[in-house]
């Protein structure tokens, strides 16, 4: 049981140019969130999604989109990275429930120069 | 959701009890206690979690306020393997769906 995986683990960008991180949940979770952690920082939420086909806004959600077409998928988008989206992303998935608690994956470390 | 406020950082002797207190005085009546913590630079890990009663697990004890403007997680036997940031989240019961992570506590397990 794979749990919560992302891809790419590591990832240097140039300013201005885009990429997608992917992250994949094989426990049929329903709800999906992106964060990022900058040093230092605690975790701040970009974006959840309570469902295929829906997603939402967290604190932090300029400059990324995301898209949840399958239930096992939620991709978040960096259409123009620049340098302050340097950080450490973590994809997070939890159950339907009033109890359900997030499962992480081991995070995504991007460097936007 | 609530606020909640915790110290930056805490220190704890091995093999002593590391309390970590949290402070949520906006917390309404539907609203959940949960910790997590992160070790190193890991996903965060879950904890445990209440609302009203306090609660024990193989891992942590949560022992929450009669008023619920307060709780701590307490750590029976701390280890080297404790050392971590503890988040402490309030989330609205059952529409609740955004965690809210805050700075955390930086607790060090000192030999």
């Known amino acids: 049981n794979a749990g919560v995986t992302q891809t790419p683990k590591f990832r240097v960008l140039k300013t201005g140019q885009s990429m997608t991180l992917l992250c994949a949940q094989d426990?049929?979770?329903?709800?999906m969130y992106w964060y990022r952690q900058d040093p230092g920082m605690g975790l701040r939420l970009i974006h959840y999604s309570v469902g295929e086909g829906t997603t939402a806004k967290g604190e932090v959600p300029d400059g990324y989109n995301v898209s949840r077409l399958k239930k096992q998928n939620f991709l978040l988008g960096l259409e123009s990275a620049a340098p302050s989206q340097t950080s450490v992303y973590f994809c997070?998935?939890?159950?339907?429930?009033?109890?359900?608690?997030?499962?992480f994956g081991e995070g995504s470390r991007l460097t936007v120069l | 959701d609530a606020k909640t406020t915790q110290p930056t950082s805490m220190d704890c002797a091995e093999g002593r009890a590391a309390n970590l207190p949290c402070n949520h005085s906006?917390?309404?009546?539907?609203?959940?206690v949960y910790w997590y913590r992160q070790i190193h630079s890991q996903g965060p890990q879950y904890i445990i979690h209440g609302l009203k009663n306090n609660e024990t697990n193989e891992m942590a004890s949560l022992i929450i306020t009669e008023d619920r403007k307060s709780s701590t997680l307490i750590l029976p036997h701390a280890t080297l393997r404790d050392t971590a940031v503890y988040y402490c989240i309030v989330r609205v019961a059952y529409t609740g769906n955004q965690f809210y992570f805050g700075t955390g506590t930086s607790l060090t397990v000192i030999p």
């Open positions: 906006t917390i309404s009546g539907n609203e959940y």
């Open positions: 426990m049929n979770h329903e709800y």
């Open positions: 997070a998935s939890r159950r339907t429930g009033n109890t359900g608690e997030l499962f």
